[in-house]
T-cell receptor, first 112, second 109 residues
Framework: DTAVSQTPKYLVTQMGNDKSIKCEQN?????MYWYKQDSKKFLKIMFS???????INETVPNRFSPKSPDKAHLNLHINSLELGDSAVYFC???????????FGPGTRLTVL | GQSLEQPSEVTAVEGAIVQINCTYQ??????LSWYQQHDGGAPTFLSY??LDGLEETGRFSSFLSRSDSYGYLLLQELQMKDSASYFC??????????WGAGTKLIIKP
């Protein structure tokens, strides 16, 4: 029944490590997103894919690399993790232009 | 630049009505959305306005005035479970939502 799922839910790691977060949606949507939400709750769009094509690539360090193997999946790989990367990362999906976005449960990343 | 402004915190009493305002300044406008987020949870979609006027969905209503670059979310018959953060978001172009910083709604019994 899960619409948008992410794994893992929690991720604790050391500075300098490389980690990945996976996202899958079973809603049949054609657009997927990655957001970062910091401790002040501000939601920042990072990337968006439409039909596996990158359409939004905000000012994000190139240590972050998204990959969309198909329309239902959008993964986020982060190299050389830094303390400032600690945040909650949300995956979301929508149909077409994205007025209504469906969010995954989030991945709480803590970099030590 | 593009920005949305909404109050950082609003306090109301259970059973009352509360209005959360949102003003926006964006280069494009394709609609105003509202999302609710409980602590520890994910944002969930509440409503969307593309045209001027009031949209009602149960206890929640959302209003838009494009000429004033302004909208609000109205919550009636407040319940304790409505305690959450509420975000307004404007679709400034295809696919991209521009988000406000969120309004924390505190409800007192």
């Amino acid at each position: 029944d899960t619409a948008v799922s992410q794994t893992p839910k929690y991720l604790v790691t050391q500075m300098g490590n490389d980690k990945s977060i996976k996202c899958e949606q079973n809603l049949g949507h054609d657009t997927m997103y990655w957001y970062k939400q910091d401790s002040k709750k501000f939601l920042k769009i990072m990337f968006s894919y439409n039909n596996k094509e990158l359409i939004i690539n905000e000012t994000v360090p190139n240590r972050f690399s998204p990959k969309s193997p198909d329309k239902a999946h959008l993964n986020l790989h982060i190299n050389s993790l830094e303390l400032g990367d600690s945040a909650v990362y949300f995956c979301a999906s929508s149909q077409d232009t994205g007025n209504e976005q469906f969010f995954g449960p989030g991945t709480r990343l803590t970099v030590l | 630049g593009q920005s949305l402004e909404q109050p950082s915190e609003v306090t109301a009493v259970e059973g009352a009505i509360v209005q959360i305002n949102c003003t926006y300044q964006t280069s494009g406008f394709y609609g105003l959305s509202w999302y609710q987020q409980h602590d520890g949870g994910a944002p969930t979609f509440l409503s969307y306005n593309a045209l001027d006027g009031l949209e009602e969905t149960g206890r929640f209503s959302s209003f838009l005035s494009r000429s004033d670059s302004y909208g609000y979310l109205l919550l009636q018959e407040l319940q304790m479970k409505d305690s959450a953060s509420y975000f307004c978001a404007v679709r400034g172009s295809s696919y991209q939502l521009i988000w406000g910083a969120g309004t924390k709604l505190i409800i007192k019994p």
